[in-house]
């Protein structure tokens, strides 16, 4: 290839940023189309249910697994470092602050992108290369309310759910390794926690960060899906490609909110 | 145009682009009611793009697209979605739905569109398998058909709403002579019985001279030539006779644009 000059690498530069632009508008139409506006023809609850149990239920095995150990091993580290000081009575406020306010709903957005976004995305993007969304075009059905509208409702709706298991599941894990393996007294492990743990301040406020995570990456996995090339490359490439944004954009988020919510300004 | 003029479908200074190319200039194209109108042309001369626009999938640079009365790329897109029950599209890969089986693919326009109930879709999906002659592969699942039955398949589905225009997109594309000659039979057939426009896009010239009333060519971002399959044989336009003989080399070349051969073997390397 030629060797490019100065002014044509910041031409260059200057149109990949327009492109990145120019997708975000179009993601930005998509979800609009896709949730406002008049009901199309074919939509039905039975949409959402069905997609609501391949999203949701097919996730909770992931979920409930990691959640678990997650939980096991919060309790397992916790001890180990608060046991120096003499304060293994605190590991059961320690595993339920980390895992309402940061681990439950970080890890169970980075795991639903991994199992339940790359799967939206390779469905809708097969969809698109084997023109069933173009078939179902000319029936007359608009995929973004029929394929799209449907996806995303499911994936709002479960991801905070699942967010919920996955931290009542660690709790529980951090008390089997606490309380019956290590020895630490139940009462003060569930009492601990329930005098620190305040409802407002964490749990709505990890309620809230799973409900923006669920909006973010359904959103960026339906898009990719919708938007892909539509050849086999193409799918693999989106499918990578939510995968990618959806833990970046979910880490990012969650550092600006938990600033916005814990940090002292 | 009322809806009983004489064509239901009217392109008229239709422009289309993409990225700098041009794959159509300024054409008009008319499709006579109630007739099977072929439209051919070498492959890549944009006729799939063409039967997008037609059904308001792409939108053109310039030009208008009347069917039935109604000017589509002006439609909002919930009025779009509403005149588009007026056609059937035959999608060259068949484009079934690969989650649900035989019988719910050609009840899904019925389900989605009409209030019927649930012995009457079946009784209508009946006759439409059986007027394709696969009332059989009922509860088979898409995967489990081959090519020219799932395209039959679709043409099926294609119909079940009774449209009042029919697009094929390279129909006899990947099919054996028996399916191609079902198919050919059943575009005459359906054309004829159901009183429908079918618009026809293929490249295959046999198949499709032998059903089609009307045939366009076209190449060159152009309409190249129209008219009857026996007036285009008959063209003075030497690419049109090229296509119609099927000559490998002509006005049409065989190579694509390309430097000098000569310079291009001993001269610099690329890269």
């Not at chain 1, 406002?36 to 239920?57: D, E, F, M, P, T």
């Not at chain 1, 996730?59 to 304060?87: E, K, P, R, W």
């Not at chain 2, 099977?36 to 308001?56: E, F, N, W």
Request: with cysteine.
């Amino acid at each position: 290839m030629a060797k490019q000059s100065v002014a044509e690498r910041i031409q260059l530069f200057g149109r990949s940023g327009l492109m990145v632009v120019q997708a975000m508008g179009v993601a930005g139409v998509v979800l609009v189309h896709a949730l406002l506006g008049r009901r199309g023809a074919g939509s039905s609850v039975h949409l959402l249910i069905k997609q609501l149990y391949s999203v949701g239920v097919l996730s909770l095995a992931i979920i409930v697994v990691s959640g678990l150990f997650i939980g096991m091993v919060l309790a397992l580290q916790g001890y180990t470092i608060l046991v120096d000081f003499g304060s293994e009575q605190a590991v059961g406020q320690m595993v339920a602050l980390t895992l309402l306010r940061e681990l439950g709903p970080v890890v169970t957005a980075l795991l639903f992108a991994g199992r339940a976004g790359s799967a939206l995305t390779a469905e809708i993007g097969n969809m698109k290369s084997t023109e069933q969304l173009s078939s179902l075009e000319m029936i007359g059905v608009d995929p973004l309310k029929y394929i799209v509208a449907p996806r995303l409702w499911a994936g709002f709706i479960s991801m905070p759910l699942l967010a919920a298991i996955f931290s009542v599941v660690g709790i529980w894990g951090g008390a089997m390794v606490a309380v019956d393996w290590l020895g630490v007294y139940e009462g003060s492990y569930w009492g601990n926690m329930l005098a620190s743990v305040d409802f407002q301040d964490d749990v709505v406020n990890g309620v809230i960060k799973s409900l923006v995570f669920a909006f973010v990456v359904t959103w960026i996995a339906v898009f990719q899906g919708y938007n892909c090339v539509p050849n086999s490359e193409g799918i693999s490439r989106a499918t990578t490609r939510t995968v990618v944004y959806a833990s970046l954009a979910v880490l990012g988020l969650d550092f600006i909110l938990t600033a916005l919510m814990f940090g002292d300004f | 145009m009322s809806i009983e003029s004489a064509n239901a479908i009217e392109l008229k200074g239709l422009t289309f682009k993409r990225g700098a190319r041009n794959i159509f200039d300024n054409i008009d194209l008319y499709v006579p009611r109630g007739k099977v109108t072929g439209i051919m042309g070498p492959s890549g001369c944009g006729k799939t793009t063409l039967l997008r626009l037609i059904a308001a999938q792409l939108k053109p640079e310039q030009g208008e697209v009347w069917v039935n009365g109604q000017n589509l790329p002006k439609l909002s897109r919930p009025d779009l979605f509403d005149a588009r029950k007026q056609f059937g599209v035959l999608f060259q890969s068949g484009a079934l739905f690969t989650d649900l089986t035989v019988f719910e693919n050609v009840a899904f326009p019925l389900r989605v569109h009409t209030k019927l109930s649930d012995e009457l879709i079946r009784d209508i999906v009946l006759m439409k398998l059986q007027a394709v002659g696969l009332r059989g592969a009922i509860e088979l699942m898409p995967d489990e058909l081959s090519g020219g039955m799932k395209r039959r398949v679709a043409l099926a589905r294609a119909i079940a709403l009774d449209p009042d225009i029919l697009l094929y997109d390279e129909p006899f594309v990947g099919q054996d002579p028996i399916a191609k000659g079902v198919l050919v039979r059943l575009i005459r057939l359906l054309n004829d019985a159901l009183g429908i426009t079918s618009v026809v896009v293929s490249h295959d010239l046999a198949e499709t001279a032998s059903i089609a009333d009307y045939l366009y060519v076209l190449g060159d971002s152009q309409v190249l030539g129209q008219g009857t399959p026996e007036d285009l044989m008959k063209s003075d336009n030497p690419r049109v006779q090229q296509f119609m003989q099927g000559r490998p080399d002509g006005p049409v070349p065989f190579h694509f644009a390309a430097p000098d051969y000569k310079e291009d073997l001993l001269g610099v390397r690329h890269g």
